[in-house]
């Protein structure tokens, strides 16, 4: 079957409301650094007028576009130019997706793997030879450290420590964890069940979660893509229709991907979800604006924090949510950072081809963070995170680990007894 997902009626994103004003191209990190690159106004509404007539006009330097959507962001008229280029690529792109990218792209395969004999990868990908045999062979670059697999999923420590007890509470979430998460980091799915048991609510798991499917889109495997946000999107309609309130995830992308990439670009259809789908920190923030749960944070936790926004973040206008929250801990003294891309993009960065604009894009951010010497920077995409621990040696946490990290759970847990 063909990895490409067919788009016969090609939306048109607004396309002809461009004005011509090139204020997106001021905005789009990649033209700032890449000379090669034409711009998200040329890439993206003056050249779809040409491809809709001749797909020849097709350019493959587009794959250099991060999908950052900071394009869209800028756009005074609404043209969703990030969305013209992405689906562009998917429709007129005879670049093959190569071994490398499938590998980069398959999350939950590589997961799945790397986590059954996980000390034997993390020791394996640490190695300058190991490095040096990637680089060479599979152009993934020798400067890119790679996150760490859990030897635990963190669907395994659920089920064993934590799903018995879910049934205990009154009112119910849903979680998508993401491959993150589940293969990385079980600590920031184990900080959210504790927030979120502190606040009175029990948490459940989606039945077969599959990765939101945002590295098969960039890497040009649309269709696997969509079969898998199918899969998704029956899974979190059962889960609502169970009596979860709300499904709530702790990654950035994966919730921009399924609330927008999901219809926009892969026609995956999420009427009845998309409300519902949304980042722990806004579903905690609407619930205490309505006077539903209170947070109790301990007095001893001093930290100085330095809030960076991820570009999904940014796309969807959701900043506030985490701010707010991390703004509550009496002891955190709180700076935020220039909205800036941090370069990596997800599996972008990770090209050899492409590791040096990378590097390049995110240079004025790493520069911020070192000027402002935080104990932590807090951001909610894990990508992000592994981009900036990699380049300036600062630790990186979610702002829900944050709040679990700071939070007194016995005594919120005595204010939301309802
Ligand atoms: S910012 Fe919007 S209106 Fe201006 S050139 Fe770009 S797409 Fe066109
Ligand atoms: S999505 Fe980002 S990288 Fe791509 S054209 Fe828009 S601003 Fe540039």
Redesign the pocket.
Known sequence: MSEKIQLHNLSAHDFEQCLKCSI?TV?????AVEPNYP??KH??PDLMRYRMKDPDFFNETLK?????????VACPHGVK??DI?QEARIQYSQHSPSLRDRMLANTDFVGSMATLVAPLTNFFLGLSPAKTVLDKVMKIDHHRQFPAYSGTKFETWFHRHAEAEQQNYKHFVGYFHGCYVNYNYPKLGQDFVKIMNACGYGVHLLEKEKCCGVALIANGLSGQAKRQGENNMQAMRRSLSEGNEAVLTTSSTCTFTMRDEYPDLLKVDNQGVRDSLMLATRFLCQKIDEGKIKLVFRKDYHKKVAYHTA?HMERMGWTLYSTQLLKMIPGLDFMMLDSH?CGIAGTYGFKKENYERSQKIGAPLFQQIKEVNPDYVSTDCETCKWQIEMSTGYPVMNPISILAEALDVEATKAVNSY
């Open positions: 997106c905005y789009c990190p990649v033209s711009g998200p890439a993206g250099l576009c991060l999908n950052c959507k900071r394009c869209e130019v990030g280029i570009c891309c």
